[in-house]
């Protein structure tokens, strides 16, 4: 089985993007295909551990990348020169020098991120994690919101290994999470609901938008993939 068997076509999920965002418009298309070879060759997979399922789809988008002009950065450390730095999943990074919007991107640098997460999660005291932490501030939607996880870029993305339940099911009760978090400041609102643009049987996009309290725009795009493992 190879990637152009599973090239997706869904007007549904199509987006419109100004030729600035190109290079962001052909990673999410790429990241999409990818997903789905990813649900055919880990369905019922015997590894459950996230660093695990990381590692996996962080190989096969190496795989499959061929001649486009970035590859794929697993435990992509946030700040090089800070030992403890935080890192995201998997950062995206160019092998040319890019415009996106007004943001000039170098060789070798990050300008797109991802954050990966299990759902439902593997524990009740981590349940809300896709999208905030119990204690710490560890939810993959939140790292974004505070900066902790992509400062630098516009856009970044959340992949889900969906190891139980439908993705209807998943869908409502983050988005109700999501809710519960309004409050007068705004920081938590509509917009970083998730957004459906299209699903198949193994993989279900959406699209929301996250006010950031530290970052290079006040807001950051989040494109979330949900790969459907059981």
């Keep these: 089985m190879n990637l152009s068997e599973h090239q997706y076509s869904g007007s549904a999920g199509s987006l419109d993007f100004p030729k600035t965002n190109k290079p962001v418009e052909s990673v999410i298309t790429y990241i999409s295909n990818v997903a789905e070879l990813f649900a055919v060759a880990f369905k019922n997979t015997t590894i459950e551990n996230e660093p695990g399922l990381n590692q996996k789809l962080c190989d ?3 795989l499959h990348v061929g001649l ?4 794929f950065d697993k435990e992509n450390i946030q700040q090089p020169e800070k030992g403890n730095s935080p ?3 998997i950062g995206v990074k160019t092998r040319e020098y890019l415009t996106i919007n007004t943001l000039t991107i170098e060789r070798g640098n990050t300008f797109f991120e991802l954050e990966a997460k299990r759902l439902p999660a593997p524990s009740k005291a981590r349940e809300r ?4 932490g119990n204690n710490k501030k560890t939810g993959g939607i939140e790292r974004f919101k505070i900066g ?3 400062k630098k870029v516009l856009y970044g993305g959340l992949i889900a290994f969906v190891q139980k339940s439908e993705f ?6 983050i988005n109700s999470w999501i809710e519960e978090l309004y409050d007068h400041t705004e920081f938590w609102n509509v917009a970083d609901k998730l957004v459906s643009c299209g699903s198949t049987d193994s993989c279900a996009r959406f699209l929301s938008k996250s006010k950031r309290s530290e970052g290079i725009s006040s807001h950051i795009s989040l494109y979330h993939w ?3 493992l059981n």
């Design 129 to 132: 994690e896709y999208v905030v």
């Design 68 to 71: 486009r002009p970035y590859w």
């Design 226 to 228: 949900w790969v459907k």
């Design 168 to 173: 209807r099911d998943l869908h409502s009760t």
């Design 87 to 89: 890192r995201t999943d």
């Design 60 to 62: 096969l988008l190496n």
């Design 148 to 150: 902790e996880h992509g």
